[in-house]
């Protein structure tokens, strides 16, 4: 999974970095969430969740396709 902010729409209200500080940081130039790590398959639930709380839906969560054989 990886993590993608959509800068245009987000409005930096920051709920994600509450949620998810290790993914997550708001950048102090432009106001807006700046993504910071990605999830292990085991963290994949917290960015999940911090996805959920996005109020303007900015965070989208992509699957990786499996590395070819």
Partial sequence: ?????DPAVC????????VAPEF???GDDDGAVH???QPSED???KARG???VC??????LLSQ?????
Avoid: Q
């Avoid at 109020?55 to 989208?60: E, K, L, Q």
């Fill in 55 to 60: 109020p303007v839906g900015a965070i989208t």
């Fill in 43 to 45: 963290d994949e639930s």
């Fill in 65 to 69: 396709a499996p590395a070819p054989s």
């Fill in 11 to 18: 409005e930096g209200h920051g709920e994600c970095v509450a």
């Fill in 35 to 37: 993504v910071i790590g």
């Fill in 1 to 5: 999974m990886r993590i993608h902010v």
């Fill in 50 to 52: 911090a996805a959920s």
């Fill in 24 to 26: 997550f940081d708001l």
